[in-house]
């Protein structure tokens, strides 16, 4: 079947627009997960929906970041008023449970350059 | 942060050679996991190895885990030039009894096989 598929693959925007990262999980995943790729912090978790539970955010390096899931399905991950240290590849990845067991499947990554 | 270390950082090998990459990490596991990354875009998970488990086997891939010294390898036997990737370990921890999946990620170990 279909993987994670996220869009757009590459975005480019001018500091201090806002952006919006879109991401499908594998139908029927209840878990997703938001990570970034940056060459100076490696991969980094940024948050975590588990059915309809609240998500754990604990990752989200500002309040400039923020994530929904609607329907428990599709996910985006918005970021306000971009800065240049948010350059990095946005990954996301969905598992069938979310426990720590599971398979996380990961998309191809939207990489952000904030100019 | 990244909880895990790995070395070496990068690796240069032939083909037909074995590549061993090494992974530590600080705090408690429920489980390692390693991953492949192609050209910095999606994670492909390749194997897990749970806390009470202390080698494990997929194929040309070999994986032992240390609790005690909190450490992990990934040996990768009879190397190919389609084995050129990076590679991350993970590891999930237990959260107050609940099964968690959040991955805390490694630096990475570029391996490069030479044809």
């Known amino acids: 079947g279909a993987g994670v598929s996220q869009s757009p693959s590459n975005k480019v925007t001018e500091k201090g627009k806002d952006v919006e990262l879109r991401c499908d999980p594998i139908?029927?995943?209840?878990?997703l997960y938001w990570y970034r790729q940056s060459l100076g912090q490696g991969l980094e978790f940024l948050i975590y929906f588990q059915g309809n539970s609240a998500p754990d955010k604990s990752g989200l390096p500002s309040d400039r970041f923020s994530a929904e899931r609607t329907g428990g399905s599709v996910s985006t991950l918005t970021i306000q008023r971009t800065q240049q240290e948010d350059s990095a590849v946005y990954l996301c990845a969905s598992s069938p449970a979310g426990r720590d067991t599971d398979t996380q499947y990961f998309g191809p990554g939207t990489r952000l350059t904030v100019l | 942060s990244q909880q895990g270390e790995e070395d070496p950082q990068a690796l240069s090998i032939q083909e037909g050679e074995n590549a061993t990459m090494n992974c530590s990490y600080k705090t408690s596991i429920n489980n390692l996991q390693w991953y492949r990354q192609n050209s910095g875009r999606g994670l492909v998970h390749l194997i897990l190895?749970?806390?009470?488990?202390r080698e494990k086997h997929s194929g040309r891939l070999r994986v032992t885990l240390d609790t005690s010294k909190k450490s992990s390898s990934l040996l990768i036997t009879a190397s190919r030039a389609a084995d050129t990737a990076s590679y991350f370990c993970a590891t999930a921890r237990w959260r107050g009894g609940t099964s968690y999946g959040k991955l805390t990620f490694g630096q990475g170990t570029i391996l490069t096989v030479h044809p």
């Open positions: 190895i749970r806390s009470n488990e």
């Open positions: 139908s029927g995943h209840t878990a």
